[in-house]
Structures are given as structure tokens and as C-alpha cells.
């Protein structure tokens, strides 16, 4: 099978490798329609986190058809199902799955990461192997195309749980530092929550733009920017801050942007040891910093209904379909944001 692999720094490539194989009782090999590029993926793209091995199968966001299950697979999916499936895997029984927060299943694995040989491949290729699958996997809708499923299985979760992180009431005023497609769909979230004000903050114009469709007030990522949420505060601040960046400017940002008493919610994966803040600093604006990866397969049962009933629209944020074949372009346009790229995708025949 092609699949989009890791070669080294700043380099992903199609490589042919073998088809996956069902390795335990609940695994389950899924063929392949559509697979998310995320800005995650960036992070070893980038050698912002380190020690992937090389030939790892990047990706963890799909949607596709169930062509093989384990002896054991035990919630009545079938082969010929369409599934889609959140980043990491969870077995739905131990105590973090219990009360919801799936993203620390103590038998989870992420997708897409594998280092010294031990982990688990991605969902950028034809075929994919996901275990405990009876628990991981979700069966897609009548009604719910490939994209909107893809953003349920991490994106849409992921910006509605920065959302919830950041308390979102009606009235309140917030910003969301890094408009990619999670910040968007967190501005989108936080509408639906009914925030009076979002500021939408992101130094591409293409992406203020569309943050601006969806009711934020667009600022560029600077000085002016923070200046602009302070005058519009009485100097206060906002009331929360949703950073989505993960570098260290971007959570200075969020700190000097952020009102005495608020909420900073963190879904940017920082790679860096130390805060752009201090715990004293912190102390005297008694503020509360919420991070963490978001529990999608949660998250994405929670919202799906919504979706099918049309209380939000998906379809405006992928901007870019690539074949696997395409592996090195399309991570070379989606990493440098080239042709105004927003999400891209590969799409399996």
C-alpha cells in the first residue's frame, strides 16, 4: 500500500509499505477515504518534538470502510461499515474512559507515532490498523460526508473543547490566538456558546478573513493587536484566552492579553521546557491555565448529532485535497501555507 511517511526533518514522503495486519482480538483494518494533514503533524515535520523513527506513517485524522475485524470485535459493527475515528485510540473501560477523557486511555496510543519501534502507525495511507476498535471507532451517519467526519474525529472536538476549557458564557469577551482550522472551529464554538465578543487573532490575512465570517473581530498577531483587545476592555482584558499556537510568543500573547482572574485554555502542544510567564506573575493575576489534549473520542459522540442536524456547518474549512501520491506537496503547501492553504486532506480512490 502508499502510504505518507516520515523520512527526517522536513521531509515526508510516499513510500509503499506493507498492508497492516490484524495483530489482537479487537483490532480492526480500515480502508482509507479521506486522511487529515493537522498542524500536529508539524511538530516532528519541523523537529519541534523529536525522535520519530523514520518510516513512521504520519497522519491521525480519518474516515473510511471497515474491511477486516479481529475474533473478538464486539459492538456490531461489520465489514463494509463507514467509520471515522478520533487521533488516539481508547478501550472504553478503564477509569479515564469512564468519566470521559479518553485521550488518557491507559491503553490508548496516538496515531501516527513511533519511536524506538514502539507505537502505533498512522491513518495517511490506504489501509490503517486501529486496536481496541470496537471502542475507538464510530460509524458514520446517514447524511455526514467524509469531511465533516474527518473535523468530528479531532479538529471540531478539539475547538469545542478549547472552547468549554476557556468557560465560554454569554456576554463575555474572548480571544483565540492562531486562526488554523482548530482556531476557527473554536471561534465557531464559542459563538454557539454565546460569547458577545471574539478577537481572532492570526498574522495570515486569508485566515482573519474567514475569522471574521464567523462573527470575530480579526487582529493582527502584534503589539496593535493586544493593544486593541485592552482599549476594547477598559484595559481589563479578555476574559479568557484560547491559545492554538504552541510557541512561546503566542502564550506570551495570551498572558498579556489575558484579564486578572481569566482563563487561559492551551490546546497549542508547546515543545519548549519553560513558560513565557512565571509563576509569580501568574499569582499576582490570579489566573487559571487550563491545557491538554483533547479527549476526542468524547467529544466527537457529544457533537455528532448537531453536525447531521445542520447546527454547524463544516464544509468552509478544508481548503486543500491531495493524492497520496502527492505526500512531499502537500506537506511542503500545507507546512508553508502556500496558495492560502487552510486544511488539506488526501483522499483515497
Known amino acids: 500500500m502508499k502510504a505518507a511517511c516520515f523520512e527526517s526533518v ?64 464486539g459492538n456490531g459493527m461489520k465489514t463494509g461499515d463507514r467509520v471515522f475515528a478520533p487521533f488516539s485510540t481508547h478501550c472504553g473501560a478503564c477509569f479515564y474512559c469512564e468519566i470521559g477523557l479518553t485521550s488518557r486511555c491507559t491503553k490508548g496510543d496516538l496515531f501516527g507515532w513511533i519511536q524506538d519501534g514502539i507505537g502505533l502507525d498512522g491513518c495517511q495511507s490506504e489501509y490503517v490498523r486501529v486496536p481496541i476498535a470496537d471502542s475507538t471507532l464510530m460509524l458514520v451517519p446517514e447524511g455526514l460526508s467524509d469531511e465533516s467526519a474527518l473535523l468530528l474525529g479531532d479538529n471540531f472536538s478539539t475547538g469545542y473543547f478549547c472552547a468549554e476549557m476557556a468557560e465560554v458564557k454569554p456576554g463575555g469577551t474572548y480571544l483565540v490566538i492562531g486562526c488554523g482550522t482548530v482556531g476557527l472551529l473554536a471561534i465557531l464554538s464559542a459563538m454557539d456558546m454565546g460569547a458577545e465578543r471574539v478577537f481572532a487573532m492570526d498574522p495570515v490575512l486569508e485566515r482573519r478573513v ?18 486593541a483587545v485592552l482599549s476594547a476592555t477598559s484595559g481589563r482584558g479578555a476574559d479568557a484566552v484560547m491559545e492554538l499556537v504552541g510557541l512561546p510568543e ?21 515543545c519548549t521546557p519553560n513558560f513565557s510567564f512565571s509563576p509569580v506573575q501568574a499569582y499576582d493575576k490570579n489566573i487559571t491555565y487550563r491545557s491538554g489534549r483533547c479527549p476526542a473520542g468524547h467529544y466527537m459522540r457529544l457533537l455528532v448529532d ?28 500545507f507546512s508553508t501555507r502556500a496558495e492560502g492553504c487552510l486544511k488539506a486532506v488526501f483522499c483515497f480512490q
Open 10 to 73: 522536513g521531509q515526508v514522503n510516499c513510500r509503499q509499505k506493507n498492508e497492516p495486519v490484524i495483530s489482537g482480538t479487537r483490532d480492526a483494518i480500515v480502508k482509507v477515504s479521506m486522511a487529515g494533514l493537522c498542524g500536529s503533524d508539524l511538530h516532528p515535520f519541523y523537529g519541534r518534538e523529536a525522535g520519530l523513527d523514520c518510516g513512521t506513517v504520519m497522519g491521525h485524522e480519518m474516515v473510511g470502510e471497515i474491511v477486516e475485524l479481529g475474533s473478538t470485535f
Open 210 to 227: 474567514i475569522a471574521e465570517s464567523l462573527g470575530a473581530i480579526p487582529l493582527a498577531s502584534n503589539i496593535v493587536g493586544r493593544d
Open 250 to 270: 503566542a502564550q506570551k500573547m495570551a498572558f498579556d492579553c489575558l484579564r486578572p482572574g481569566g482563563i487561559m485554555s492551551v490546546i497549542g502542544c508547546h
Open 306 to 333: 448537531r453536525v447531521v442536524g445542520g447546527e454547524f456547518d463544516l464544509s468552509p474549512f478544508i481548503s486543500h485535497q491531495f493524492g497520496i501520491d502527492e505526500a512531499e506537496k502537500a506537506y511542503q503547501v
